[in-house]
């Protein structure tokens, strides 16, 4: 859902597929397979997130280190509050119940587009 309005970056690849698959784990080379992302993406970005403290390391599985959303940070409370109400938007729209109010981001130009 975040991808729908912040644009389609590592980053929020990477975060919208924690956010709306937030009870699961995942290893280095499933994140780049789930978020559509090379796996040297990956090893590039996940280190700013994780100290940013939006996932952490769940377990470790021998050489193999699990990643899951981070449930307690606050910012990743106040993510997953937007993704609910991008989602509601959406559904309201797609219904028909409201006009649309959230604009798509362009991604050549950065710029909001209308959805």
């Known amino acids: 859902m975040l991808v729908d309005v912040l644009g389609k970056n590592p980053e929020v690849r990477i ?3 924690f956010l709306l698959h937030e009870d ?7 994140i780049a397979k ?9 090893y590039e970005k996940l280190p700013a997130i994780l100290s940013n403290g939006l996932l952490v390391e ?3 599985i021998g050489k193999i ?15 997953r509050a937007l993704n609910f ?3 509601r938007n959406m559904a ?17 130009s950065g710029v909001g587009v209308p959805a």
């Open 92 to 108: 309201e729209v797609a219904t028909g119940h409201i006009e649309p109010t959230i604009k798509k981001v362009s991604a050549s």
């Open 65 to 79: 280190v699990l990643y899951r959303l981070n449930l307690e940070n606050p910012v990743v409370k106040e993510l």
């Open 15 to 17: 975060l919208d597929h």
């Open 58 to 60: 769940s377990k470790k």
């Open 34 to 42: 789930y978020a559509g992302i090379s796996r040297a993406t990956v």
């Open 85 to 87: 109400q991008i989602a």
């Open 24 to 30: 699961f784990e995942y290893t280095k080379s499933e």
